[in-house]
């Protein structure tokens, strides 16, 4: 049984897929509590892996988002990404790094965003992109840390949204001060499209 938040078609926001069109399959829970989260992870609904295959294929796109929460938490996960394989699907997988289960290496694409309050629990080592949100004025020292744990072909930092205002002046100073890393603008929250 799989533990969802909820399933919705939009374009990606984010990263080197934006504007991509795909199925977000948000699953329920969390194994960090950041200070500024501001994804409502509580269980929804529960469905069956026919169930959630099937519902996925109610939608147009044929590119799948598994995300969270934590979706590399959910151990019935190796089934859904064999079976939206079988079903011909291009797989994403978002991921706060701190836990690389094998199946990771089965999907298409793994963008990891890393948490400077939680660092010293990342364990990933690969990815194929990198998102760091930039929260405070340590943002470039943290973006080295994980530049050197995790190898990525993309590096993107993101600018941080508190209280519905974007703070795009952080984001930008660290870019300034970073070398290979590109501004990934969450082209959802600047458009107004969910
Ligand atoms: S890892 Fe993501 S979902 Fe989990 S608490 Fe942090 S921001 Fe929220």
Redesign the pocket.
Known sequence: MYHLVEIFESLQGEGRNTGRPVVFVRFAG?N???PW?D?D?RQRFELTLEDLVREVGGFRAKSVILT???PTLVKEMPALVAALKAAGYWIGVET?GTNAPAWLGDVDYVAC?P?AEYADRVVLTRADEVRVVASSGETVDFCRAMRERIAATDYYVSPCERNGEIDFATAKDALGRLDGWSLSVQLHKVLGFR
Do not use: I, M, P
């Open positions: 969390c960090l509590a950041c989260c994804t992870v969270g929460g934590e706060n965003s948490k």
